[in-house]
C-alpha cells in the first residue's frame, strides 16, 4: 500500500515545483499540501474506503484550486503593474502551465474513482457534473 501511494504522490511533483517557482505556494504550504495529500491517499487505499473520505480529499482539493486561482490572479496583476502590459496565462505550447491545471485533473479523477467504487449514487453523478460546469 505504501508503494502506491508514494507512487500517487510522486505523480504530483513536477506540477507542485511549478507553483513553487512561479511563487503561488510556499516551500511551507507544498511540504503541507504533500502531507494532507499522503494522508487521504492512505484513506482512500485502505481496505474499506469510505464515499467521506473521497469528498472530504475533494474539498480539499476544491479549497485549493480556490486557492491557486486567487494566487495566480494576484500574481499576475503585480506583473501586469510591474510591466504596463497584459501578461499571458498561455505558454509556448499553447497550454496553461503544468501547476494550473494539475489540481483540477486531480480532482475529475476522484471523482471518477468514487463514482466507481460507489457506483449507484446518483448525488455523485450530479456533484461531479457540478464540478465540470
Not at 504530483?12 to 504533500?34: H, M, N, Q, Y
Not at 480556490?66 to 501586469?80: A, P
Amino acid at each position: 500500500m505504501a508503494e502506491q501511494v508514494q507512487s500517487a504522490l510522486d505523480k504530483f511533483v513536477a506540477p507542485l515545483k511549478d507553483l513553487l517557482d512561479r511563487g503561488v505556494f510556499s516551500e511551507e504550504e507544498i511540504k503541507t499540501i504533500v502531507s494532507r495529500r499522503r494522508e487521504h491517499e492512505y484513506l482512500l487505499r485502505r481496505r474499506v474506503a469510505r464515499q467521506a473520505d473521497f469528498l472530504r480529499y475533494i474539498e480539499d482539493e476544491m479549497t485549493l484550486e480556490k486557492l491557486r486561482k486567487l494566487r495566480t490572479k494576484r500574481i499576475n496583476q503585480r506583473q501586469e503593474r510591474k510591466k504596463g502590459e497584459k501578461v499571458p496565462e498561455r505558454k509556448r505550447n499553447g497550454g496553461l502551465p503544468v501547476g494550473d491545471v494539475h489540481i483540477i485533473q486531480l480532482i475529475h479523477l476522484l471523482f471518477v474513482r468514487v463514482i466507481r467504487k460507489f457506483r449507484s449514487d446518483v448525488s455523485l453523478h450530479l456533484q461531479h457534473a457540478a464540478f465540470a460546469k
